[in-house]
Structures are given as C-alpha cells and as structure tokens.
C-alpha cells in the first residue's frame, strides 16, 4: 500500500519555464513533507519542506504547496534550470511513533532542456 | 566536511554469503536509518536508531541486522544474502530538529548473484 505516490515517472521541460511536480498521499497522520533532489551515484539532498499546518513554503526558485483537503502537495520550480535536472522525491513524515520516519514517493525524473 | 559516510561504495556478493554495510556520520546526529532504493519503488526504510543503544524495524527488515555501535555507527548486515537484496543502500542521519530532514551519505550498490 503506497501511502505517498508520485504519478508521473518523468518530466520534461523547457529552460526557463515552470517545473510542477506533483505527490498525492493517503495517511492524514503525516505532519510534515519534504522534497529530495537525487543526482546519479548520489545520496538524495534536502530540497524543501513544509509543515502539515501550512499551506505554502517558498526558498528561492522553490514553492511548495500543500492542499491538505486533496491530501496533495506539489513542488514548482521557477525558473527551471538544466542543472536541475535530477530525479525528485516527496516524502512525509509520520506524526505518530517517533523516529522521524519518512516514507518515500517512487519519484519524478526531470529533466530540463535547452 | 565529510557529513554521512558508507562503505563500501560496491559490491558483489553470491546468493548465501554475508556482509555487512558500514555507516558512520560526523554531525553528531541521534538518529540513523537504512534505507534501500529500487527501481520504480522509491526509498524503502529497512531499519532505524532513533538513539544511541536502540534499533527499531522498518517496512522491510527481513533478511536483515542492524547495529547501533555508538553514536556515530550504524552498521546494517546481511546474514545470508539472496538476489531480492540487490539494491542500493542508503545510510542517513537526523540532527533532531522539527524538520524533518534526513541527511543522506552516497550510497551502496548491492549486488547478489
């Protein structure tokens, strides 16, 4: 039972335009959600996150939105540059249990052309 | 600035041998983690320490061992290993704060033949 989906293995787009990425869930327990940029033969690196009582979270070129009621959140990226080009992953953190366990989405392959 | 470290980086096993992954990190962290990544099913968390002296199971500890062998260490061990463990391992940290976020070394690719 996937508890965090990300629906669209891969994404291309034009540089300079907007990325949206997109990640649905199932458990209304999770209180926080994070966005991870993995690069070939790397670890994945902390991108953004946002707290379940929030609706927005904005760093720079990154926004992520949280619609709590569609139990949906997205990542856009503004504008999109080559370098960006990686495959990102959405998890979320349980509320309950301690650990600060994340389960993870099966992630989105952007890539971002000239 | 070496942050989360594992080792070895590869590796090639026959179906029956064990091994053990190393992880050590620098940051002072409490909590570590093992998770593997396969294709088209994410990052998968095996096991976790959320403090020195303590392990606790994933989604999908079977087959596995984990040790917490200080602060710093969290080794994860096959004991008899079998072509469904082919992976790639990641070892991470938490620094404790709210966020959230995991701090992840480079990898281990696993594979069992």
């Known amino acids: 039972d996937q508890q965090v989906k990300q629906n669209s293995p891969s994404l291309s787009v034009q540089e300079g335009r907007i990325s949206i990425l997109n990640c649905d869930y199932t458990n209304s327990m999770f209180d926080y959600f994070l966005w991870y940029k993995k690069y070939p033969a790397e670890g994945p690196t902390f991108l953004i996150s946002i707290s379940s009582i929030k609706d927005k979270n904005e760093d720079g070129r990154f926004t992520v939105f949280l619609n709590k009621s569609a139990k949906h959140l997205s990542l856009h990226i503004v504008p999109s540059q080559p370098g960006d080009s990686a495959v990102y992953f959405c998890?979320?953190?349980?509320?309950?249990?301690?650990?600060?366990?994340?389960?993870f989405g099966t992630g989105t392959q952007l890539k971002v052309e000239l | 600035n070496a942050g989360v470290t594992q080792t070895p980086k590869f590796q090639v096993l026959k179906t029956g041998q064990s091994m053990t992954l190393q992880c050590a990190q620098d940051?002072?962290?409490?909590?570590m983690y093992w998770y593997r990544q396969d294709p088209g099913m994410g990052l998968r968390l095996i096991y976790y320490?959320?403090?020195?002296?303590?392990?606790d199971k994933g989604e999908v500890p079977n087959g596995y061992n984990v040790s917490r062998l200080n602060k710093r260490e969290f080794s994860l061990r096959l004991e008899s290993a079998a072509p469904s463990q082919t992976s790639v391992y990641f070892c991470a940290s938490h620094r404790g704060v709210n966020t959230g976020e995991l701090f992840f070394g480079e990898g281990s690719r696993l594979t069992v033949l």
């Open positions: 998890a979320a953190r349980g509320s309950t249990g301690g650990g600060n366990k994340l389960t």
């Open positions: 320490s959320a403090s020195e002296g303590t392990t």
């Open positions: 940051m002072n962290h409490n909590s």
